[in-house]
């Protein structure tokens, strides 16, 4: 369970995040969603660790972030974003393996493989660099690396973000199963409205300029949406969502 | 590393033979002196070497410091020059002034090679110039003294004060004011009254008439605890007392300057004195038989030891700095400020400055280089780890890679490829700084270049400066293999 209460995070005079309060239960996959520069990077960075917010408090299963070890927070930690975040110096087995030797632990044998099959990564290209993967099976490798220490929150920022769409279809189906299977409490930051119905259909959170906007089901957003801004963001992006979920009531 | 240093040392003082060093300055009839006093001191029975010295301060000290035991000087530049505070006038009051430093000089050579001043004849005559004073007529002559002479105590300023001569005049390096004077560059120039070419180019000698320029006996110059340590070694080098007379000297300079009888060409100082010791005191020396492929090995080896311990001292320091900066902007600004301003100082001034704490010789053109190397290194390390995507530290950090682990496993190896191209420019700029080590004895491909810059032999700099060209292009494909074998794979693609 995340808790994230009044957080506030200023670059400059802009503020990015302005008394965001949010709660993500346990075993779901919650997405947020709202147009570039809403604060929905920065929000998923904070609840990590990597940007400290000016004001409030996130607490992870009932602990201020403050008061984990860092090491330990990091652990229970999969992360993966847009450009994948592979190292190139390293192959995709090298840098699948660096959470373990960062964290001084062992896999398991057969846990790459394991995971390999599970993203549907073909283990052929487990001795590449990154320079020599696609967009897509770079993706797959970052998501590997995300998986590899079994963490129990996997936060993803716009991970099909730099994909074709027909591969990012693809992965798009794998995420989705690989979710249901998992069954982890998944955040999934996203611009496109189509891919968040699609993967949390039920707890979609639209962000503008620094606030909620609203939060709930998307059929619930589409039905009642809380203010005008949340029935243009659905709209423009209607067609594709139909084209992803089936037709929109 | 400390084990074979051991072992090198052992292996040298195995020889068993004892060893003395003794020194010359960097000119020509120095440098004859210097062998000839070799070759004496060989056949007391010791390995003897000659270590060259690019001017008369730097041959005292490195003998009142026991770095050499002897070296040839003349009782003029003792008196004006190096003793000049103490006002001497006899060599008696010379001999009590040496003793009390722990010197002692020889009967004088047998030759006065004194400063002169020499225009062409053409000059002399179209001017009807006959003595130093005549300049002061002609204050459109252009005058060029030998760097030395220009700041002396016996050179330029008493001249120019004791003649009231009003010509402006600039400093020139010896070997090169004579072409400078056939070629009419300049009108008139100092003159070491032995020099073979005044002969040869029938220079005109000016008189000094008001006796400004003092007597310059040749003698040789040598530590009084010589005499405990080693009588047989002393004895030896005192036969040098009277045996050449001027016109000898001459002939022992025109034959190393200009080439002996039946166009025998140019002959080594080295040679000329072997052949001058086995002629007046029936040796049977050898110019050391010092080939070209064994000078430049040594040099090399000299060279690579400038080059390699400077570079290692500056990696060791300048890594860490660099990390260091681009982890803390707060230290950032002071790091790169001061190494960019070592950088900014000339190589030769740094080198000058060094002498002051360090004295003259390897250690101290070690340090200069390893100052000047730290720049590239630092600021290529500095900005390799702050170039590194914002994405990729970011993800580093979300891993749970943090301090050195971070360092090691993704910072470093992705600033690798940066830090050595710092590595790399600091090296071969390195190797071509190191030539400058020549002025300051240190040894290396900066020895002949410099020698031979002082006796005008374009060879002898050609065997420093064409090694030393091919040392900086080896050293630049030995970092671009070097890059191919130790940056990752991943990084080339």
Redesign the interface.
């Known amino acids: 369970m995340i808790e994230l209460s009044r957080i506030t995070k200023r670059f400059g005079s802009h503020a990015a995040l302005d008394g965001v309060d949010l709660s993500i239960p346990k075993a779901t996959t919650t997405a947020l969603i709202g147009p570039s520069g809403c604060g929905k990077s920065t929000l998923l960075?904070v609840i990590?660790g990597?940007i400290e917010a000016d004001e409030g408090e996130v607490t992870i299963e009932g602990r201020p972030l403050a008061a984990w070890n860092?090491?330990e927070l990091?652990?229970r930690?999969g992360?993966a974003?847009?450009?994948g975040?592979?190292?190139?110096?390293?192959?995709a087995r090298q840098n699948i393996e660096?959470?373990a030797?960062?964290?001084r632990c062992a896999l398991k044998p057969g846990r790459i493989a394991e995971l390999a099959e599970l993203t549907h990564l073909d283990p052929s290209l487990l001795d590449r660099?990154?320079?020599?993967l696609s967009g897509g099976q770079r993706q797959r490798v970052a998501l590997v690396?995300a998986l590899v220490l079994d963490p129990d929150i996997l936060l993803l920022d716009e991970p099909l973000g730099a994909l074709d769409p027909m591969v990012r279809a693809d992965l798009q189906r794998d995420l989705k199963s690989l979710f249901d299977e998992l069954n982890k409490t998944v955040v999934l930051v996203t611009h496109d409205l189509a891919e968040a119905a699609y993967l949390a259909p039920a707890d979609i959170v639209l962000l503008r300029e620094g606030r909620i906007a609203q939060r709930g089901a998307f059929a619930h957003l589409r039905a009642e949406p809380a203010e005008p801004f949340v029935t243009s963001f659905i709209e423009a992006q209607t067609e594709r969502v139909a084209a992803l979920v089936g037709a929109v009531p | 590393m400390i084990r074979w240093l051991l072992v090198i040392v052992l292996a040298a003082s195995a020889a068993g033979q004892e060893r003395v060093v003794v020194g010359s300055k960097s000119f020509t009839e120095s440098a004859i002196l210097g062998h000839m006093l070799v070759a004496l001191a060989e056949d007391a029975g010791v390995k003897a070497d000659l270590k060259s010295f690019p001017g008369s301060s730097v041959a005292f000290a490195a003998l009142r410091a026991s770095e050499i035991i002897a070296y040839p000087e003349y009782t003029g530049t003792l008196k004006r020059e190096l003793l000049a505070e103490l006002g001497l006038e006899t060599d008696d009051e010379l001999r009590d002034a040496l003793a009390k430093l722990g010197l002692a000089m020889s009967e004088p050579i047998g030759f006065n090679n004194t400063y002169a001043v020499g225009v062409t004849r053409a000059t002399a005559d179209r001017l009807s110039l006959q003595t130093i004073g005549d300049l002061a007529s002609h204050p459109d002559l252009r005058l060029a003294f030998s760097n030395e002479f220009m700041n002396r105590g016996d050179g330029w300023p008493g001249l120019r004060d004791t003649y009231g001569l009003p010509n402006p005049a600039r400093g020139i390096e010896h070997a090169l004011s004579y072409p400078a004077l056939a070629q009419g560059q300049i009108d008139a120039t100092d003159l070491y009254s032995t020099d073979a070419q005044i002969a040869a180019m029938g220079l005109a000698v000016l008189e000094d008439d008001r006796g400004y320029f003092p007597r310059y006996d040749a003698v040789v110059l040598y530590r009084l605890d010589l005499a405990e340590r080693n009588p047989a070694v002393l004895a030896s080098l005192l036969k040098l007392g009277g045996a050449i007379d001027e016109a000898r000297m001459r002939s022992y300079n025109e034959r190393a300057e200009l080439g002996g009888p039946n166009d025998e060409g140019r002959v080594p100082p080295a040679v000329v004195a072997a052949d001058a010791v086995n002629e007046l005191f029936g040796l049977e020396a050898e110019a050391s038989s010092s080939t070209l492929a064994s000078r430049v090995l040594l040099r090399t080896r000299q060279h690579l030891v400038l080059v390699g311990v400077s570079m290692g001292i500056a990696i060791a320091i300048a890594l860490p700095l660099g990390v260091v900066a681009a982890r803390s902007r707060a230290f950032a600004g002071p790091v790169l400020g001061i190494t960019g301003v070592l950088q900014t100082v000339p190589a030769l001034a740094l080198l000058v400055l060094l002498i002051g704490p360090l004295g003259i010789g390897a250690p101290t053109a070690i340090v200069a280089l390893l100052l000047y190397s730290l720049l590239p290194i630092v600021r290529n390390t500095h900005a390799g780890l702050t170039g590194i995507a914002g994405?990729?530290v970011?993800?580093?950090?979300?891993?749970?890679?943090?301090g050195l682990?971070r360092l090691r496993?993704?910072e470093l190896?992705?600033a690798?490829p940066t830090i050595l191209a710092g590595i790399k420019i600091a090296a071969v700029i390195n190797v071509g700084t190191a030539t400058l080590g020549g002025f300051i004895s240190a040894g290396g491909y900066g020895q002949p270049i410099f020698t031979g810059i002082t006796q005008n032999n374009f060879a002898l700099i050609l065997e420093g400066a064409v090694p030393a060209a091919a040392m900086a292009v080896l050293v630049q494909l030995a970092f671009d293999g070097l890059e191919r074998l130790v940056v990752?794979?991943?990084?080339r693609?």
């Open positions: 960075r990590i990597l860092q090491r990091r652990q930690f992360y974003i847009q450009s975040g592979l190292f190139p110096h390293l192959t660096l959470p030797r960062a964290h660099f990154s320079a020599e690396r | 994405d990729l970011e993800s580093a950090d979300a891993i749970g890679l943090a682990d496993r993704v190896p992705l690798l990752p794979r991943g990084l693609l």
